[in-house]
Each structure stands twice: as structure tokens, then as C-alpha cells.
């Protein structure tokens, strides 16, 4: 079986003045992530996977950046909608190639 690189992707954080490293989700990661993020009626809650995602993809200097979930929830929506729009283009969700118009 031939080895896939995963993606990444440098954003930088202007209010932080720092660039960090996105990273796509690996099979295992993806499939833990959305276990975690069933709800009480079998449905996905999207926000809770992408708090996540989050907490899981994005790295700095080879660690994780963030510890915790809460730490994720509690990020500035400007901060948390850069890294959930990089996480999303690295796992080809929302804005992928058959979504594209040109």
C-alpha cells in the first residue's frame, strides 16, 4: 500500500502575530473525532467535532497548540474562524473541488 502525506497548511494568526501549522486529520483521528461528537439522537453535532478538529489539528514548533477543549470554545470567533476555515480546506470539507465553480 502506497503511504499518503496528509496536508498542512501555515496560517498566520494576525492577533497573535504568530504563524501556526494546520494539519489534515488522519483516518483514525477523523473517525475518533466524529465518535466523540455523536449526539443524543445519533446526529453529528458539528460544533463539538469542530472544536475538536481543531484541538487536533493545529500545531506550533511540532506541539499542539491548544490543551483542552475549552481552551478551543474559548478562542476569539476571528481566531477560530481562520483555523476552522484552514482545518476545513485541509480535510476537503466546504469549500472542495466539487463545490467550485471556475
Not at 470567533?77 to 485541509?90: F, G, K, P, Q, W
Amino acid at each position: 500500500m502506497q503511504e499518503t502525506k496528509l496536508k498542512t497548511k501555515i496560517v498566520h494568526i494576525t492577533a497573535w502575530d504568530e504563524d501556526v501549522e494546520v494539519r489534515e486529520l488522519n483516518g483514525k483521528q477523523y473517525t475518533d473525532i466524529s465518535a466523540k461528537s455523536v449526539d443524543k439522537k445519533n446526529n453529528i453535532d458539528i460544533a463539538r467535532f469542530l472544536v475538536l478538529a481543531t484541538l487536533n489539528s493545529v500545531y506550533s514548533d511540532g506541539e499542539q497548540v491548544f490543551e483542552g477543549e475549552e481552551e478551543v470554545a474559548g478562542l476569539p470567533a476571528d481566531i477560530y474562524s481562520e483555523l476552522v476555515t484552514a482545518i476545513n480546506e485541509m480535510n476537503d470539507k466546504g469549500n472542495g473541488a466539487k463545490n467550485r465553480k471556475n
